[in-house]
């Protein structure tokens, strides 16, 4: 599958067209991986989601921790499709996604910063 998004042709070159007469695009990777990216920011909000409904329905307040939270995952979800974005090639991208925050430095026994990019971590939800 190719990185970037493009317009869908036939076997000749003329462009695929949806029912409404507009040109069907194939998502690319960086697509695919962006909307994912969503979706998991989605489903973290999703578990905090009652507080905000809670407030709405009766005011009470939602918990700074909880709110901090929500804006961590919307700003680390932001940032993370930057990345993505920025990648320029398919082997930039898969590196992206598999490489680990921290690998292990056998001349010390530990877990270090690891200097190879890879995609920012999600933040911990906090304990009440």
Known sequence: KRLEDEPAVDENG???LDADGNQIINR???TDWIAQQKQIAGSFLAQTDWYIVRKSDTGIA???AIQHYRDDIR???GLREDQISQCTTTDQLAALATNSPTVYDEATGTQIPNSAPFLLTWPK???L
């Open 14 to 16: 003329d462009p695929l």
């Open 28 to 30: 690319g990777l960086k």
């Open 62 to 64: 939602v918990p700074d």
């Open 75 to 77: 700003l680390t979800c």
């Open 125 to 127: 939800a906090p304990t």
